[in-house]
């Protein structure tokens, strides 16, 4: 018969936690982590991004005004966004969303009427972050599209 101070009679205290415990915890750890830093993307990436995707929009609607049309358009950069030339002033936007973003001075592309163009591209940069560019193209048969994000790339 055992004692009633014995050890073997004591019911089991927990030291600390269980291995299982820990690794629940270190997994739940690294899954927040993971979601916050995939949250946390660059924002003026993503801005340049979107300003680039709009533009590749209003180059085609342009070029398909133009070839309705038969007027050549010319699409040129300004010191406070760019134009449409060969367009009515109201028919399409003159201007960024994102006043951080910019093209090289005299950048200009032709847009028609032909159905097939000369290979044209066009880099968007930003003005606040150096290195951060987003370049558009077309080949002249395909729709302007957007072509790698080159980070460090010369504009």
């Known amino acids: 018969m055992l004692a009633a101070g014995s050890p073997e009679r004591r019911p089991r205290r927990s030291a600390g936690f269980t291995l299982l415990e820990l690794l629940v915890v270190v997994a739940i750890v690294?899954?927040?982590?993971?979601?916050?830093?995939?949250?946390?993307?660059?924002?003026?990436?993503v801005q340049l991004e979107?300003?680039?995707?709009?533009?590749?929009?209003?180059?085609?609607?342009?070029?398909?005004?133009s070839q309705t049309s038969g007027v050549p358009v010319q699409w040129r950069a300004t010191e406070?966004?760019?134009?449409?030339?060969?367009?009515?002033?109201?028919?399409?936007?003159?201007g960024w969303l994102d006043p951080d973003t910019a093209v090289a001075p005299g950048a200009?592309?032709?847009?028609?009427?032909?159905?097939?163009?000369?290979?044209?591209?066009?880099?968007?940069?930003?003005?606040?972050?150096?290195?951060k560019t987003v370049r558009i193209g077309s080949d002249g048969l395909r729709p302007f599209a957007l072509s790698a994000a080159l980070p460090g790339a010369p504009p």
Not at 30 to 45: F, K, N, P
Not at 113 to 124: D, F, H, K, N, Y
């Open 50 to 65: 979107r300003e680039a995707e709009r533009l590749v929009a209003l180059l085609e609607a342009a070029r398909a005004k």
């Open 80 to 94: 406070t966004g760019f134009e449409f030339s060969g367009l009515p002033a109201a028919a399409l936007p003159r």
């Open 30 to 45: 690294a899954l927040a982590s993971t979601g916050v830093a995939l949250a946390l993307r660059d924002g003026s990436q």
């Open 108 to 131: 200009s592309l032709l847009l028609g009427p032909e159905p097939i163009i000369g290979a044209q591209s066009l880099t968007l940069i930003s003005r606040s972050q150096v290195g």
